[in-house]
């Protein structure tokens, strides 16, 4: 937990380098490999200083390292730091790469059972909310996202929450009864 909690105050203090030189040399002089938890650090990092490409580049080396793996808020934070720095498109491409669907550029990953990871369910609601509000683009990509979801998790109804289904309860049946873990 010190060495993330590093990460975060060297990122907010707008010293990307310094935060990966850290989790480079305290990894390699100690042994050990950096967990999820760093590697969410370092994406949030990258985030407050702008470095979307360096978020999504980290989504890669964390999938290249066999011993960590990937997490719901992971995906969760990248998906949000893509529309904050307003490229939803993107956001679209690692909501795919978390629920193992194709039409990604990241790394496939997978947790060691072969599951998808899955998105946090809040983190979820809000990027179809941010989608649906969207321009014409970001609505056909939702829509086509959404049917795959579906198709592939089990989630009934053809466009996400319709059919008189609440965001809620189509976003818990999306990561509860599907291929990704719920958070309950």
């Not at 580049?57 to 808020?73: F, Y």
């Amino acid at each position: 937990y010190t060495l993330s909690i590093l990460v975060k105050i060297l990122g907010h203090a707008r010293r990307l380098p310094q935060a990966f030189e850290v989790v480079e040399s305290l990894s390699s002089q100690n042994g050990f490999r950096p967990n999820v938890q760093v590697y969410t650090c370092l994406v949030q990092a990258c985030l407050h200083n702008r470095r979307l490409d360096k978020a999504l580049s980290l989504h890669d080396t964390m999938v290249a390292d066999a011993g960590c793996a990937m997490d719901e808020k992971f995906y969760a934070v990248l998906a949000r730091g893509c529309l904050q720095m307003r490229q939803p498109l993107k956001a679209v491409e690692v909501v795919r790469a978390a629920y193992q669907l194709h039409g990604h550029k990241l790394a496939p990953s997978a947790r060691r059972d072969g599951r998808a990871v899955g998105v946090e369910a809040k983190a979820l609601e809000e990027f179809a909310a941010k989608l649906q509000a969207g321009g014409r683009e970001e609505q056909e990509a939702w829509a086509k996202l959404s049917g795959e979801l579906e198709k592939s998790c089990g989630v009934r109804g053809s466009s996400g929450y319709s059919h008189g289904a609440s965001r809620d309860a189509w976003c818990r049946r999306l990561v509860v009864g599907g291929r990704g873990r719920g958070s309950h």
